[in-house]
């Protein structure tokens, strides 16, 4: 595992899809009056968490099980009566029978179990010296047996791991030193780190940290640098660098953290660890002042973590070489989330990409210029290593797209004006004709995949995300159209090479 500061070429090429149609996870909930939204899927896709929140009322934690060929919606639910599990940003295991979410106080930690005697609720309030709530971004390993989360000691943001068959946290984000009797003295990086990511064994952890002192890039137990604040980059954390199947040990070699260096002036965000913790895909962007802000337009990458090699999936995508991830900030929000990562089983040099975008070029090459701003679609990329190129497939096809050229989109009257510019797109001097051009009706981010089933000789993915767009239409207008304006769950199956 080591860093990288290089580019490596790659060839996109423009893909096609099989798929099983669109599936609405969450319709009806409600009435129709919630909004649904930061799905977590099982790897199966069998089993779906999401939040549920109505308008006045906290937000709640809610299950989509596949019963019978259908998905059917209920909230995880506390207590007797049974009433909803209160909180944000659900996490589930790779059998998609345990989940962690974030209670809307934030003084502890939600757990919840699909036991052999039944489910079960089981929060808890992470222990460690100088640990205190908020406690917040908790996400679980595929194995269903590390919690990876951030709180707050003294007076920073510190990434933590809860293992749950011993019940005892631990520090992530740590600064160290040799201490006399040999083993390694730690202590809480200078400064924040947030945004944990986890692979499904729990071994390996990523993160953003503003502190170079948590480097310790030869695994000696010495920080390889004084703590020094430094524009946000990931970490890389390697909880058993020694392979002896033992995690945290406090002694040299035991542990080791990489940084992924990037030229300057940038910075990196929203890390995802793929399941078997071998690649990192994660955003690249320059602050604008004031420097807490990011710019909107971004850069994908991922990084093979053994040798160092990256992809730079926009490098040749479009002309402009940048994505419009739109929104600012980290973490999560509404308009970010992080891309999300699995390897195939029948190659391990190819892994797919779970992103969204606001760049209205992906959807058709006549828009493929700088800084043209659409609406936030979905999308999953092929990486193949061996080959040096990418492939990619839109999850939501054209013909779940509006026309310009045939809709009055902000409603003044005058059909025909570009919603994304009100411009000349393809520059013949005509404004708006062309129909081909064309971007959803409303934004669907946040996408996230479930590992690889095979399906014949292909690759059956299910993608998840959450939507605004009216993605379920009856062909009346009838009931279950969804045409309620709110976020709403959506599944897509697809099938690819």
């Known amino acids: 595992m080591k860093a990288t500061r290089l580019l490596i070429p ?191 064994d729990g071994r390996m952890v990523a993160y953003m940290t503003r502190d170079r002192g948590v480097l310790d890039e030869n695994g000696d137990g010495q920080s390889d640098a004084t703590s020094l604040q430094v524009p946000w980059l990931i970490t890389v954390h390697d909880r058993d660098a020694d392979g002896n199947g033992v995690f945290d040990e406090a002694v040299p070699g035991a542990t080791r953290t990489v940084g992924i260096f990037l030229p300057q002036g940038s910075v990196a965000f929203a890390p995802s660890l793929s399941p078997d913790g071998a690649y990192l895909a994660f955003a690249v962007a320059t602050p604008t002042p004031p420097a807490r802000h990011f710019q909107e337009v971004v850069d994908l990458w991922v990084l093979r973590l053994q040798d160092g090699v990256s992809l730079r999936i926009t490098q040749m995508l479009l002309p402009q070489g940048s994505l419009q991830l739109g929104g600012s900030g980290m973490g999560y929000s509404d308009w970010m989330g992080a891309p999300t990562l699995v390897v195939s089983p029948q190659d391990p040099s190819v892994v797919f990409l779970a992103f969204h975008s606001w760049e209205a070029g992906l959807l058709h090459p006549s828009l493929q210029r700088p800084a043209v701003r659409g609406v936030g679609n979905v999308y999953l990329a092929r990486c193949d290593f061996r080959q040096n190129a990418v492939s990619l497939f839109p999850v939501l096809q054209q ?72 993605l379920a239409r009856a062909a009346s207008g009838g009931p279950f159209a969804d045409t309620n304006g709110r976020w709403d769950i959506y599944l897509s199956q697809m099938i690819l090479p």
Do not use: K
Request: charge should be negative; charged fraction near 15%; glycine fraction near 12%.
């Open 399 to 470: 013909p779940l797209s509006v026309d310009f050229a045939s809709v009055d989109d902000d409603r003044d009257g005058r059909i025909d004006e570009d919603p994304i510019n009100n411009a000349d797109d393809d520059g013949d001097g005509r404004v708006d004709e062309d129909p081909s051009e064309s971007i959803p009706q409303g934004h669907s981010l946040f996408p996230v995949v479930s590992l690889v089933q095979p399906a014949g000789a292909g690759n059956l993915f299910s993608v998840v995300f959450h939507s605004l767009a009216p």
């Open 10 to 200: 790659l060839i996109i090429l423009s893909g096609t899809a099989g798929g099983q149609g669109l599936t609405w996870v969450s319709r009806g909930l409600y009435g129709g009056l919630a909004e649904s939204r930061f799905p977590s899927v099982s790897a199966d896709g069998s089993r779906i968490a999401f939040q549920v929140e109505r308008p006045g009322q906290p937000p709640e934690i809610w299950m989509a099980i596949l019963v019978a060929g259908q998905y059917v919606a209920q909230p995880v639910t506390v207590g007797s009566p049974p009433t909803p599990a209160i909180g944000r940003h659900p996490s589930l295991s790779h059998d998609g029978r345990t989940l962690v979410y974030q209670p809307v106080t934030g003084q502890q930690i939600g757990v919840w179990s699909d036991q052999a005697t039944g489910p079960i609720l089981q929060p808890f309030v992470p222990i460690y010296p100088g640990l205190a709530p908020p406690f917040v971004q908790p996400t679980i390993s595929g194995d269903g047996q590390h919690i990876v989360f951030v709180g707050r000691v003294g007076f920073t943001w510190q990434v933590l791991a809860y293992d749950r068959s011993r019940g005892v946290t631990t520090l992530i984000s740590f600064v160290s030193r040799l201490a006399g009797d040999g083993t390694v003295a730690r202590g809480p990086a200078a400064f924040h780190c947030v945004s944990p990511t986890v692979s499904a």
